[in-house]
């Protein structure tokens, strides 16, 4: 692991504060815009959250987009809004909306992982599944950014 970062930045621990999670999926307003609008997204959203002392990570595959945000309840209702008001989301759905004792992507403002042809199948399924079972998205997509940090893999940290 690179030395700048420690384990308590990547398993944010401290139970002191109120962490909320939500996870929502959307859709690019036009396929086309998928990954030009994550690049876009990320752009912006990882000062932002820094600001807002968000964490998160989000994942595009195809014109599907899957996000989990981590802090304050306040802040994340923030963000939610200014993302149901962008142009480049549609359908926004939250799937997820929770209390949790630590943050699951407490590393990263918004992670976005490189999504290899391998995986993009599962993380569809993921992003399917999570009307049932949205902590097996959550699991993955935090086992994906991971596994993509400690190989340098990740689109954005």
Same mark, same amino acid.
């Given at each position: 692991?690179?030395? @700048?970062? /420690? $384990? @308590? ?8 504060? =109120?962490?909320? =999670? ?5 859709? %690019?307003?036009?396929? /086309?815009e #998928?990954? /030009? ?19 998160? %990570?989000?994942? *595009? ?6 996000? *989990? ?5 306040? &802040?994340?209702?923030?963000?939610? %809004? ?6 480049? @989301?549609?359908?926004?759905?939250? *799937? ?5 004792? @630590?943050?699951?992507?407490? &590393?990263? #403002?918004?992670? $976005? ?8 199948? =599962?993380?569809?399924? &993921?992003? /399917?599944?999570?009307?049932e ?9 935090? $086992? *994906? ?10 689109l954005? &940290?």
């Open positions: 692991m690179p030395a @700048h970062f /420690s $384990s @308590h930045d990547i398993e944010d621990t401290d139970m002191a504060e =109120q962490i909320q =999670q939500l996870a929502f999926r959307s859709e %690019a307003a036009t396929a /086309s #998928s990954l /030009s609008g994550l690049l876009d997204i990320l752009s912006g959203a990882q000062k932002r959250n820094r600001e807002a002392d968000l964490t998160g %990570a989000i994942a *595009v595959s195809g014109a599907r987009y899957f996000q *989990v945000l981590e802090g304050d309840s306040d &802040a994340i209702e923030t963000t939610l %809004a200014r993302i149901e008001a962008d142009p480049r @989301h549609q359908n926004v759905e939250v *799937v997820a909306r929770r209390p949790v004792s @630590h943050r699951s992507f407490g &590393a990263w #403002s918004l992670a $976005s992982p490189t999504m290899l042809p391998s995986l993009k199948l =599962q993380i569809d399924l &993921a992003i /399917s599944a999570c009307d079972d949205c902590d097996y998205a959550i699991s993955l997509l935090r $086992s *994906v950014v991971m596994n993509q940090h400690l190989n340098g893999r990740l954005a &940290a």
